[in-house]
């Protein structure tokens, strides 16, 4: 295994190859056990090149264990983002004598040449594992699902809808996404598209379709939708629409663009399918803005921590909330810090609380009156990474602008902020601290932000300061152990 040349910046409890580009998440599915977690690799090369499937699984979505490269480009090109299920009653037919295949649908990305004056081209394919995953053999029928002339067409998703005994593939097409389905796989109907204007130049991709309940019980299906351009803080980022699939056609409630994660880095996120009783999310945690110029090496990008999304009620409607996947309770120690009924008209020192925690580090605060506060993060040659609520625009906010390494590209440096959706005087906020990341959740979960940054040295120093009166109801840091471990 080569090296780290940036030892700092591995992530402990994010996924991350030993080495190489790594973008999408792929063909989430849980089996026998294991998670797997594909995805959108280059396994030559520190930037974006002919595109791979690589492969980790692991037991707890914690501790990752990397295996060999389970899809490589061919004759029909290469090989973009796409989804997996068990077929469990072998509907497709490529399973054997009592073995349910697992089966891959993914894009078969041709580019394209100008000198011989060619259009790229995608179509969609299958690839079949008759050995949990391990190896793969592409299907010999491949394209399943040959391109209607448009140019953007790809990234299937999967499910299984039980009503109909159908499965269904959700496909990106650049301005909107077509719902097509199957009975076995391998041929397939269009049964309609979903549009709406976005008012960005955005290229529509990674779509996922799924059901949610909300505490009455009530079915809601949601579509994810990740688009390449005018996230709420620039570049690339995920919305969602919510509604009813009847089935054939999704109809939403409104028109509302509401963001998964207001944060710049989490993209083209999917949920895992063979997880029924939770919709168990991942993201890749970059943006095509910079993730080509993010100073890690031998190996770029990591993937988000695994969420579940819920579905809450909010004062303007139904939401999607994303919550840390319970798995990572397991992660958490003592707690190196705590405090109850805390008022806050002076900065207070945390730093006993981050060193114990060596950096990586879940903080918990329950917000008895919120007021604008401000977490900064500190090191000693004046790094500072800033964390905290605005009361005047009701917005919580990241601030990397001064967090350390910024200089790798123009449009990486910034302070983010998202709406605060939530309007109760109490509140509560989740930051999990990893080497070069953070994830917010306040509000239960209504608002989630993610964000890199790339220290110069580690942070020392951690002050929560409020002139505004923040009431907290207790406070508590935690170190998390480390996950990644391939
Ligand atoms: C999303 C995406 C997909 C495509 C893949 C290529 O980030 O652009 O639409 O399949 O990445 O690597």
Redesign the pocket.
């Known amino acids: 295994m080569a090296c780290d040349l940036t030892p700092q910046y591995r992530p402990a409890f994010h996924y991350t190859p030993a080495a190489n580009w790594m ?2 998440p792929n063909g989430l599915v849980f089996h026998q056990g294991r998670y797997h977690l594909f995805y ?1 690799y280059h396994p030559d090369g520190p930037t ?1 090149g002919p ?1 791979h499937w690589g492969h980790a699984t692991s037991t707890d979505l914690l501790h990752w264990q990397e295996h060999p490269v389970a899809l490589a480009p061919d004759a029909l090109g290469m090989i ?2 796409g989804s997996a299920v068990v077929d469990h009653d072998n509907r497709s037919g490529l399973g054997a004598e009592g073995v349910a295949p697992l089966v891959a649908m993914f ?1 078969h990305h041709r580019p394209a040449d100008a000198q011989a004056g060619v259009a790229s081209l995608e179509q969609q394919s299958l690839a079949v594992s008759l050995d949990d995953g391990r190896t793969w053999v592409k299907f010999e029928g491949n394209p399943v699902l040959p391109n209607p002339g448009l140019k953007d067409f ?2 299937p998703k999967l499910c299984w809808l039980a009503a109909r005994q159908r499965w269904l593939a959700v496909v ?1 097409c650049g301005d909107c996404m077509r719902f097509y389905s199957s009975p076995d796989l391998k041929s397939w109907a269009l049964e309609s598209q979903f549009t709406h204007d976005l008012g960005s130049d955005g290229v529509w ?2 779509g996922d379709l799924f059901p949610l309940h909300d505490a009455a019980g009530a079915t809601w299906w949601v579509l994810l939708v ?1 688009v390449t351009l005018g996230g709420p803080n620039g570049g690339s980022s995920t919305l969602y629409f919510i509604g009813d699939f009847d089935g054939h056609r999704f109809t939403p409630l409104d028109t509302q663009i509401r963001w998964l994660d207001f944060g710049p880095d989490n ?2 996120g999917v949920t895992w399918s063979g997880v029924d009783e939770r919709a168990l999310f991942i993201g890749w945690m970059s943006n095509w803005l910079y993730a080509a110029s993010v100073p890690t090496s031998p190996w770029r990008s990591a993937m988000t921590m695994p969420r579940e999304l819920q579905l809450r009620m909010s004062e303007d409607g139904p939401r999607v909330a994303s919550v840390p996947a319970r798995e990572l309770l397991s992660l958490q120690g003592p707690a190196t810090l705590a405090l109850r009924e805390v008022s806050l008209p002076l900065p207070l020192d945390l730093d006993a609380g981050l060193r114990a925690a060596v950096g990586v580090f879940v903080l918990r605060l329950e917000i008895d009156a919120l007021r604008s506060f401000s977490l900064s993060l500190g090191s000693p040659g004046g790094d500072e990474l800033l964390i905290g609520y605005d009361r005047d625009r009701t917005a919580w906010f990241i601030d990397r602008r001064r967090a350390g390494r910024v200089d790798f590209h123009p449009q990486f440096a910034g302070c983010h902020s998202a709406p605060r959706l939530a309007t109760a005087p109490q509140s509560d906020l989740q930051l999990y601290v990893d080497a070069t990341s953070v994830e917010l959740f306040a509000d239960d979960g209504l608002t989630a932000m993610t964000c890199l940054f790339f220290p110069r040295e580690p942070f020392a120093s951690m002050t929560l300061s409020s002139t505004d009166g923040l009431k907290l109801g207790a406070l508590a840091v935690h170190p998390l152990g480390a996950g990644r471990g391939s």
């Open positions: 973008n999408d959108q974006w595109m973009f983002s894009t790809r990234d990106a991709e990674c990740s993209y083209a």
